[in-house]
């Protein structure tokens, strides 16, 4: 599902260099985006795998904490506003599972 969505805001400043160590401002920018795409709040959700999916651009598979629904998040990084839901894929199966 392609969304409208707007960046979740931003602490980080200055030239954008994405960190994908646990607990980094990014990632925990990024649970943010996750969760206003998907619903799934950032302290329920099971993170199966995130990586690079482009220059400045990631791809997030999430779930929640019951395994129910496993989503294909992709994010895009905004300059000064940080990150971006850009598209929503609920998945058939969880390779990272």
């Known amino acids: 599902m392609r969304g409208n969505w ?3 805001g931003t602490v980080q400043e200055g030239p954008h260099t994405t960190s994908y ?3 980094s401002v990014d990632r925990q920018e990024m649970s943010k985006a996750v969760e206003v795409a998907t619903g799934i709040p950032a302290e329920e959700q099971t993170i199966w795998w995130v990586g690079r999916a482009g220059d400045q651009s990631v791809e997030y598979t999430v779930s929640r904490k019951d395994e129910e629904t496993t989503y294909r998040v992709h994010l895009t990084w905004i300059e ?3 990150w971006k839901p850009t598209l929503v894929e609920q998945l058939i199966e969880n390779k990272h599972k």
């Open 80 to 82: 000064n506003e940080g």
């Open 21 to 23: 160590d646990d607990g």
């Open 6 to 8: 707007n960046p979740v």
